[in-house]
T-cell receptor, first 113, second 116 residues
């Protein structure tokens, strides 16, 4: 069993829809939870991070962490064609820059104009 | 400020050959991590270098080795290439935190390695 599970999709939604992306994990030692966006032929870029449980909002993006269920989510409101990319969840045990990141497989998202 | 730069962008190698990939971190960043991303998969941690030493290592065989230079740039070497080594190799640049505080990993564009 992988430490981090993520539905690979692909997921296609119409422009303006709310998108929900999810990951589950098995290692209860994870404390930092991140979402990366990766455009085709590019490296991942950090979208949001959350420490421990709770919600965090940044513009159209909301990240949620439920440590009791070992479940994290990313919501995208008013989705735009420019949001079309692969979304990767990632986790680490400690200060996430210095610690290794454990990634999900990524969900390929397409926003249809 | 230049971001993380990796070279080459693409390369094709034959099974059994050796390859060296290069990474220059962001200005002022002292830590480099390497990841392997197979097609349709998430990145997998190979190892991390700090102060010219390997600080952490993932579940990769000894065929994968690395080096960090005094200017913080880094190399990833892979010996005896296998077809399964075909992947996007990502370098992440980090400014190591001191006594707490969040630090962020910035990724380069990657080197796409094809083994034939």
């Amino acid at each position: 069993q992988k430490e981090v599970e993520q539905d690979p999709g692909p997921l296609s939604v119409p422009e303006g829809a709310i998108v929900s992306l999810n990951c589950t994990y098995s290692n209860s030692a994870f404390q930092y939870f991140m979402w990366y966006r990766q455009y085709s032929r590019k490296g991942p870029e950090l979208l949001m991070y959350t420490y421990s449980s709770g919600n965090k909002e940044d513009g159209r993006f909301t990240a949620q962490v439920d440590k009791s269920s070992k479940y994290i989510s990313l919501f995208i409101r008013d989705s735009q064609p420019s949001d079309s990319a692969t979304y990767l969840c990632a986790m680490s045990h400690a200060n996430f820059g210095n610690e290794k990141l454990t990634f999900g497989t990524g969900t390929r998202l397409t926003i249809i104009p | 400020d230049a971001g993380v730069t990796q070279s080459p962008t693409h390369l094709i190698k034959t099974r059994g050959q050796q390859v060296t990939l290069r990474c220059s971190p962001k200005s002022g960043h002292d830590t480099v991590s390497w990841y392997q991303q197979a097609l349709g998969q998430g990145p997998q941690f190979i190892f991390q270098y700090y102060e010219e030493e390997e600080r952490q290592r993932g579940n990769f065989p000894d065929r994968f080795s690395g080096h960090q230079f005094p200017n913080y740039s880094s190399e990833l070497n892979v010996n005896a290439l296998l077809l399964g080594d075909s992947a996007l190799y990502l370098c992440a640049s980090i400014l190591s935190g001191t006594g707490g505080g969040r630090t962020e990993a910035f990724f380069g564009q990657g080197t796409r390695l094809t083994v034939v």
